[in-house]
T-cell receptor, first 114, second 115 residues
Framework: DAGITQSPRHKVTETGTPVTLRCHQT?????MYWYRQDPGHGLRLIHY???????DKGEVSDGYSVSRSKTEDFLLTLESATSSQTSVYFC?????????????FGSGTQLSVL | GENVEQHPSTLSVQEGDSAVIKCTYS??????FPWYKQELGKGPQLIID?????GEKKDQRIAVTLNKTAKHFSLHITETQPEDSAVYFC??????????????FGSGTRLQVQP
């Protein structure tokens, strides 16, 4: 998966607990993204980063925060997980051209909030 | 924001037949239209893409067509094989911030190729 590692691959947590998902890339790509995938909705953008410490919101950012302190790592945090955040989360990367380059996806993290 | 609609949601074809998946988009400024294939338990993988200055692009058994006037684009798979069975997503570029764009995805098409 183009040098992208997501961790953990699976997580089960309880409502109200904080959760952090990690995306690590070895491609030195500038852009990193977090998407969630739900049946009937395709992939929806949560947050994205266009450089170290440079992040912005996507279309479904409520309840999520992100951080990027190094080029290779992009963290997604659910401050207080809710059942509606049960989903498969995908990290993606693209190069200096941003959108107009190929988007490479990680293998995903299956998150269940009980 | 951008709205990308994809049809059909499921598609079953016989091996050797052709498959067509269609998408429409709403943002007239969209200029990049990729297609992704997702196999079970894996992340989506880019299979073909087209930019707004091109009407058609082919890569072996896969082709994509774009009609900017009508704001729709389609994926065509010819001579389908069982290994083409997967979920396919279309996407279109969308403005998300100051001068920036990201992809908005369709809801996906589950293609099943019957041997």
């Amino acid at each position: 998966d183009a040098g992208i590692t997501q961790s953990p691959r699976h997580k089960v947590t309880e409502t109200g607990t904080p959760v952090t998902l990690r995306c690590h890339q070895t491609e030195n790509h500038r852009y990193m993204y977090w998407y969630r995938q739900d049946p009937g909705h395709g992939l929806r953008l949560i947050h994205y980063s266009y450089g170290v410490k440079d992040t912005d919101k996507g279309e479904v950012s409520d309840g999520y925060s992100v951080s990027r302190s190094k080029t290779e790592d992009f963290l997604l945090t659910l401050e207080s997980a809710t059942s509606s955040q049960t989903s498969v989360y995908f990290c993606a990367i693209s190069g200096a051209g941003g959108l107009n380059e190929k988007l490479f996806f990680g293998s995903g993290t299956q998150l269940s909030v009980l | 924001g951008e709205n990308v609609e994809q049809h059909p949601s499921t598609l079953s074809v016989q091996e050797g037949d052709s498959a067509v998946i269609k998408c429409t988009y709403s943002d007239s400024a969209s200029n990049y239209f990729p297609w992704y294939k997702q196999e079970l338990g894996k992340g989506p993988q880019l299979i073909i893409d087209i930019r707004s200055n091109v009407g058609e692009k082919k890569d072996q058994r896969i082709a994509v067509t774009l009609n900017k006037t009508a704001k729709h684009f389609s994926l065509h798979i010819t001579e389908t094989q069982p290994e083409d069975s997967a979920v396919y997503f279309c996407a279109a570029s969308n403005r998300v911030g100051a001068g920036r764009r990201a992809l908005t995805f369709g809801s996906g098409t589950r293609l099943q190729v019957q041997p």
